[in-house]
């Protein structure tokens, strides 16, 4: 749950009173913020009774880890004045009611009365909180403002750095993200593009991928992955998957290969790693280049390779929902190689080197600078919530068993550690995933199909002349694949929730 903290709350504590309200309030389960406004209020509070420097470094101190609500000028403008309150506890009502808080820590709870918003002093804060979680009401599949108190200080500060630049495309803050990225995924070089599918686009287009050619990957992924060699002029060649990793089936792939073939393209679906040593390895017999759809995998490993970075090309998504997202689209691509690296950069803005010269034809494949720098600013959380991803998977690994649901699911398997859980996906093993599915939604238990319909049957891409039978495990893994809420910020609690939701569905059918 997240709150506003009155000023007088801050003034108290640093004063040695309620201290430990703002400990409670640095956990991400009961963040706490304070409004912008009050800071000012704060200090002058502080300075009658100490140095002005003396007040900034205590002001300072007591909000380590506290995110800072600031309104905009149109909230001030727009904040109607009240009978009841002051203008600043006006601002506090806003507040709560634009960021979408539960309410507001106060020492006068009385004074906001006739307000919609709940205020309750200090002491009640652990009160509330187990009221919260007695009465979960719902749990999205992904609920991103949740994790907005870990980092919002870090991103307002650099989204608003680049706005008062002036500077938005391509630039330094993108520099430092293709850096960064490189340095994370063990890949020498990154080019920061528009999008996942963007990514992919650019790395065939580098590897001069195009009509006549064809491309060996996986029939169970989001569309993007073929979509976009199709886009090419290419022809996507599937195999089937692996059943329990869901991912390609490494030795279906040799199979596959013909004179044509020029690339394989494997997807580390869910979050984890396809078995790479022996696609690696056959990718070097037949001289074919491997061009990793990383999109769901940033930070994902296969014997402490990172994804992205084994093969000749990696390629990212920061799609909001990934488990590194921007606040918009973006994508990478990583290489092995200068050579593709400087072709990269050059396809990305038009096939232009130099201004306004074109030796190639490329596209408008730029991220801009906004995305780069709130990216920047969540990647110092990534290894952390990671690590709760992996926990929440193994919470409802044993809750499954501790409920004995074993016979009706299979749970998703660490074949290949690292995996990142970008996504939990169990399998229903009875004829019901569809009504699940919808008895959970409409409980506003978020739960999604990812993905109901393989690749190889989608209309669109009918001329590419499978049908149905080809593929039966890819077919048999759309229909019975089910994802729960995994991320960062899911609770113990509301796991439990979720799993008293599908224990309810089970014993009434
Ligand atoms: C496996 C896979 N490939 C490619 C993409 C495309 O990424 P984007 O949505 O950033 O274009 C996605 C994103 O959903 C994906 O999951």
Same mark, same amino acid.
């Given at each position: 749950?997240?709150?506003?903290?009155?000023?007088?709350?801050?003034?108290?504590?640093?004063?040695?009173?309620?201290?430990?309200? #703002?400990?409670?309030?640095?956990?991400?389960?009961?963040?706490?913020?304070?409004?912008?406004?009050?800071?000012?209020?704060?200090?002058?509070?502080?300075?009658?009774?100490?140095?002005?420097?003396?007040?900034?470094?205590?002001?300072?101190?007591?909000?380590?880890?506290?995110?800072?609500?600031?309104?905009?000028?149109?909230?001030?403008?727009?904040?109607?004045?009240?009978?009841?309150?002051?203008?600043? $506890?006006?601002?506090?009502?806003?507040?709560?009611?634009?960021?979408? %808080?539960?309410?507001?820590?106060?020492?006068?709870?009385?004074?906001?009365?006739?307000?919609?918003?709940?205020?309750?002093?200090?002491?009640?804060?652990?009160?509330?909180?187990?009221?919260? %979680?007695?009465?979960?009401? =719902?749990?999205?599949?992904?609920?991103?403002?949740?994790?907005?108190?870990?980092?919002?200080?870090?991103? +307002?500060?650099?989204?608003?750095?680049?706005?008062?630049?002036?500077?938005?495309?391509? /630039?330094?803050?993108?520099?430092?993200?293709?850096?960064?990225?490189?340095?994370?995924?063990?890949?020498?070089?990154?080019?920061?593009?528009?999008?996942?599918?963007?990514?992919?686009?650019?790395?065939?287009?580098?590897?001069?991928?195009?009509?006549?050619?064809?491309?060996?990957?996986?029939?169970?992924?989001?569309?993007?992955?073929?979509?976009?060699?199709?886009?090419?002029?290419?022809?996507?060649?599937?195999?089937?998957? $692996?059943?329990?990793?869901?991912?390609?089936?490494?030795?279906?792939?040799?199979?596959?290969?013909?004179?044509?073939?020029?690339?394989?393209?494997?997807?580390?679906?869910?979050?984890?790693?396809?078995?790479?040593?022996?696609? #690696?390895?056959?990718?070097?017999?037949?001289?074919?280049?491997?061009? +990793?759809?990383?999109?769901?995998?940033?930070?994902? +490993?296969?014997?402490?390779?990172?994804?992205?970075?084994?093969?000749?090309?990696?390629?990212?998504?920061?799609?909001?929902?990934?488990?590194?997202?921007?606040?918009?689209?973006?994508?990478?691509?990583?290489?092995?190689?200068?050579?593709?690296?400087?072709?990269?950069?050059? %396809?990305?803005?038009?096939?232009?080197?130099?201004? *306004?010269?074109?030796?190639?034809? /490329?596209?408008?494949?730029?991220?801009?600078? #906004?995305?780069?720098?709130?990216?920047?600013?969540?990647?110092?959380?990534?290894?952390?919530?990671?690590?709760?991803?992996?926990?929440?998977?193994?919470?409802?690994?044993?809750?499954?068993? =501790?409920?004995?649901?074993?016979?009706?699911?299979?749970?998703?398997?660490?074949?290949?550690?690292?995996?990142? *859980?970008?996504?939990?996906?169990?399998?229903?093993?009875?004829?019901?995933?569809?009504?699940?599915?919808?008895?959970?939604?409409?409980?506003?238990?978020?739960?999604?199909?990812?993905?109901?319909?393989?690749?190889?049957?989608?209309?669109?891409?009918?001329?590419? /002349?499978? &049908? &149905?039978?080809?593929?039966? +495990?890819?077919?048999?893994?759309?229909?019975?694949?089910?994802?729960?809420?995994?991320?960062?910020?899911?609770?113990?609690?509301?796991?439990?929730?979720?799993?008293?939701?599908?224990?309810?569905?089970?014993?009434?059918?």
């Amino acid at each position: 749950m997240q709150f506003l903290l009155h000023h007088n709350v801050i003034i108290q504590a640093i004063a040695g009173n309620h201290h430990e309200i #703002l400990e409670q309030c640095r956990d991400v389960k009961s963040a706490g913020w304070v409004l912008s406004n009050s800071l000012a209020t704060i200090h002058s509070h502080l300075s009658k009774t100490m140095e002005m420097d003396e007040a900034h470094d205590a002001l300072k101190k007591a909000l380590q880890g506290i995110p800072v609500a600031s309104l905009t000028g149109t909230d001030l403008v727009e904040t109607p004045p009240s009978a009841d309150l002051d203008y600043l $506890d006006s601002l506090a009502v806003r507040t709560v009611e634009v960021f979408k %808080l539960d309410g507001i820590i106060t020492l006068k709870p009385k004074v906001f009365a006739e307000s919609e918003i709940r205020a309750f002093p200090p002491g009640e804060l652990t009160q509330v909180l187990e009221e919260g %979680l007695a009465s979960i009401e =719902k749990v999205p599949i992904l609920d991103i403002p949740a994790t907005y108190p870990q980092m919002w200080n870090d991103v +307002e500060h650099e989204m608003f750095k680049v706005v008062r630049s002036g500077h938005f495309i391509l /630039g330094p803050k993108v520099e430092e993200l293709e850096e960064q990225i490189a340095g994370y995924t063990q890949a020498p070089y990154a080019v920061g593009v528009s999008s996942g599918t963007d990514a992919l686009l650019l790395a065939l287009m580098a590897a001069d991928i195009g009509p006549g050619d064809e491309v060996i990957t996986t029939p169970y992924t989001f569309f993007a992955t073929a979509g976009s060699i199709v886009r090419t002029g290419a022809k996507p060649v599937f195999v089937d998957i $692996d059943p329990i990793t869901f991912n390609m089936d490494v030795q279906k792939i040799e199979a596959a290969i013909t004179p044509q073939t020029k690339a394989i393209m494997p997807v580390h679906l869910f979050g984890q790693c396809v078995e790479m040593p022996p696609l #690696l390895e056959l990718a070097d017999k037949h001289k074919l280049l491997v061009i +990793e759809d990383a999109a769901q995998a940033i930070g994902s +490993e296969y014997l402490e390779r990172r994804a992205g970075g084994m093969g000749d090309f990696g390629c990212f998504s920061f799609f909001p929902t990934k488990n590194l997202g921007g606040f918009g689209d973006a994508g990478l691509v990583t290489t092995r190689s200068k050579e593709f690296y400087e072709k990269l950069k050059i %396809l990305r803005v038009h096939g232009m080197e130099p201004k *306004y010269y074109h030796s190639m034809i /490329g596209g408008n494949f730029r991220i801009d600078a #906004l995305q780069a720098a709130i990216i920047l600013a969540k990647l110092i959380h990534l290894e952390n919530w990671i690590d709760d991803r992996r926990n929440n998977a193994q919470r409802y690994h044993r809750l499954f068993r =501790k409920f004995a649901l074993s016979d009706q699911f299979s749970l998703p398997m660490e074949i290949f550690p690292r995996h990142v *859980y970008n996504q939990y996906v169990v399998r229903v093993h009875y004829s019901q995933r569809d009504e699940l599915k919808e008895y959970l939604n409409s409980r506003n238990a978020g739960c999604e199909i990812y993905y109901p319909l393989p690749l190889h049957l989608q209309e669109c891409f009918k001329d590419l /002349g499978y &049908k &149905k039978g080809d593929f039966p +495990e890819a077919e048999r893994a759309a229909g019975e694949t089910l994802a729960l809420p995994v991320s960062n910020e899911v609770t113990q609690e509301q796991q439990q929730w979720v799993i008293e939701k599908i224990r309810a569905f089970i014993s009434s059918h």
